[in-house]
């Protein structure tokens, strides 16, 4: 018996379990029921499927963080042995709760940020999908987690294969990283072509089922972006050691490369199951019945360069890695703005990566935030590309 091995049932808070990845968490903790336990869901407004995942999975406390659906949620669950909490402050004491052994951040953007503090300075280990809040705040939530020896496990496919790539490897520094990315709908389009882009075009992943606001970041190749800041953090690594390469197949999720050229990859089939199961029973794998990959489905596994005066969202993101400060919370902040305004068919596909890269430009740079900065940071930046885009397209 491993003595590292978390207790069972591990008892999680499942932060967005309504979301692509919370309800794939669940399925995860559906089909092992004496490994895991949900004693804590949330959702932001999504009212009938978290009553629904609450009358499943019988959790101790759910949040339906927009008030206006907090009686629906709370009138259907009564008569169960289940807390009902509204409002984003009830995420933030949700996490420190006794009975949370670990924290799922599966909520999407900026809003993970304050939970996930408060989950690490109450010493609870992290299953950390929500890459925003290592982009935001990288420097500062991981400094948080090292002072209270708290872990932080990606669930981020990437990551993930980066984390298992790197276990039994604590002595050995790391050369270089390289993250593959699938290259998404748009692989290969050239700047007019990408001008030109739909909605529903850019919806169309073609390996990965998601959240709307992750989709239209993988087409955009800000997600890559993303990621590679979420990578700096979370290995601790010079902005001169992250790589991107893109792998249509996404089967190679991402690659270590040691000091001696050595080089360690984690494969599999496409399947978020896979790293969440991972991050939920760290430092144990779990037997499961997902899908195997077959060699013969795959004869050939190809890798490209990524044009990045065409994606041009990741060369911001080295930029703002470049830059340090509070610079990619300004560039997360433009573009939670930009994909929202992209996906309300208020701007085209190529302006998200326009007012970004105008954003970082114009917002005020601040070399040492704090994290109340990085607060205010990101208020001033989402107003100001509204104001931005209101100038230009009233
Ligand atoms: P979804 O949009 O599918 O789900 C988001 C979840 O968060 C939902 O439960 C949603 O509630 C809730 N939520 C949204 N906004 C807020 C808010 N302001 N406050 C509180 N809760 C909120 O997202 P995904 O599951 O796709 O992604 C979640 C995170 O995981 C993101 O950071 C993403 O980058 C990351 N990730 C996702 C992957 C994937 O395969 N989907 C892969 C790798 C990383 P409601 O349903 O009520 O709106
Ligand atoms: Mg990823």
């Known amino acids: 018996m491993n003595p590292n091995a978390p207790k069972a049932p591990q008892k999680l808070a499942i932060l967005g379990s309504t979301g692509s990845i919370g309800t794939q968490a669940l399925d995860v903790i559906s089909r092992k ?112 987690a090292a002072a209270r020896n708290v872990p932080i496990i990606p669930v981020d496919s990437e990551h993930s294969a980066l984390f298992q790539c790197m276990v039994g490897e604590e002595q050995n520094p790391v050369e270089k990283i ?121 004869p050939s596994l190809t890798f490209e360069q990524v044009d990045t005066s065409v994606f041009k969202n990741l060369d911001l993101a080295f930029r703002a890695l470049d830059r340090g400060g509070n610079m990619a919370c300004i560039l997360n902040a433009a573009n939670e703005i930009t994909n929202r305004m992209f996906l309300d068919e208020r701007i085209r596909f190529t302006d998200i990566a326009d007012f970004n890269e105008a954003a970082m430009e114009q917002v005020e740079f601040i070399p040492n935030p704090s994290l109340e900065d990085l607060f205010e940071t990101d208020s001033a930046t989402r107003a100001w590309v509204r104001a931005a885009v209101e100038q230009v397209k009233p």
């Not at 992250?242 to 490369?257: A, F, K, N, T």
């Not at 896979?274 to 489905?297: G, K, S």
Request: hydrophobic residues 45%; proline residues 5%.
């Open 33 to 144: 029921p004496e490994l895991f336990k949900a004693t804590v869901l949330t959702a932001h407004s999504r009212a009938e499927l978290l009553i629904e995942q609450a009358r499943q999975f019988l959790p101790d406390h759910v949040v339906i963080v927009n008030e206006s659906k907090y009686s629906e949620v709370k009138e259907a669950l009564s008569g169960l042995p289940i807390e009902v909490h509204t409002g984003a402050d009830a995420l933030v004491s949700v996490v420190c709760l006794e009975q949370v052994d670990m924290v799922l951040t599966a909520l999407v953007g900026f809003s993970g940020l304050r939970p996930t503090m408060a989950a690490i300075e109450h010493g609870k280990p992290i299953a950390l999908a929500n890459k925003e809040t290592l982009v935001v705040a990288g420097e500062i939530v991981m400094a948080a």
């Open 178 to 298: 390289y993250l593959t990315a699938s290259g998404g709908p748009f692989r290969g389009f050239s700047l007019e072509q990408l001008r030109m882009v739909t909605k529903a075009q850019a919806l169309k992943h073609p390996n990965w089922e998601m959240g709307a606001k992750i989709t239209i970041d993988s087409a955009s190749m800000m997600n890559k972006g993303l990621e590679v800041i979420e990578a700096k953090w979370l290995f601790d690594l010079d902005n001169s050691q992250i790589d991107v390469i893109v792998h249509p197949q996404s089967i190679i999720h991402s690659i270590v490369q040691f000091e001696d050229g050595s080089m360690k990859a984690q494969m599999g089939l496409p399947d978020m199951r896979l790293p969440i199961q991972y991050a939920m029973a760290y430092p144990q794998r779990v037997e499961n019945d997902f899908p195997r990959f077959n060699f013969l489905d795959y």
